[in-house]
């Protein structure tokens, strides 16, 4: 699986940002998605996952602000991020994990970067 992932760029705080990440398979085939961020010097964190069911989760930090979503036609799962604030800057990451024989693969795509400015 080939993930695209867009949409970052510098917002103002308490403004919005879409984030992409397209897939090159079916969606629906996939066991989950989720975005993950991560800064200079720290380990990557879970943002938000959806589930191939539709079942969603968020970290702490970002419910109620952040929603995760699939379009399945289209093969993209969108982060959608409102109320940002500068610690949500961060780099952001599109994940996979897709079952194939019994044996559960995980993909990365490419980050997109995401700036909050005070």
């Known amino acids: 699986v080939q993930l695209q992932a867009s949409g970052g760029g510098l917002v103002q705080t308490g403004g919005s940002l879409r984030l992409s990440c397209a897939a090159s398979e079916s969606t629906s085939s996939i066991n989950a998605i989720a975005w993950y961020r991560q800064t200079p010097g720290n380990r990557r964190e879970l943002v938000a996952a959806?589930?191939?069911?539709?079942?969603?989760d968020y970290a702490d930090s970002v419910k109620g602000r952040f929603t995760i979503s699939t379009d399945n036609a289209k093969n993209t799962v969108y982060l959608q991020m409102n109320s940002l604030k500068p610690e949500d800057t961060a780099v952001y990451y599109c994940?996979?994990?897709?079952?194939?024989?019994?044996?559960?693969?995980?993909?990365w795509g490419q980050g997109t970067e995401v700036t909050v400015s005070s």
């Open positions: 994940s996979a994990d897709r079952s194939d024989g019994g044996s559960l693969y995980h993909y």
């Open positions: 959806v589930s191939s069911g539709g079942s969603a």
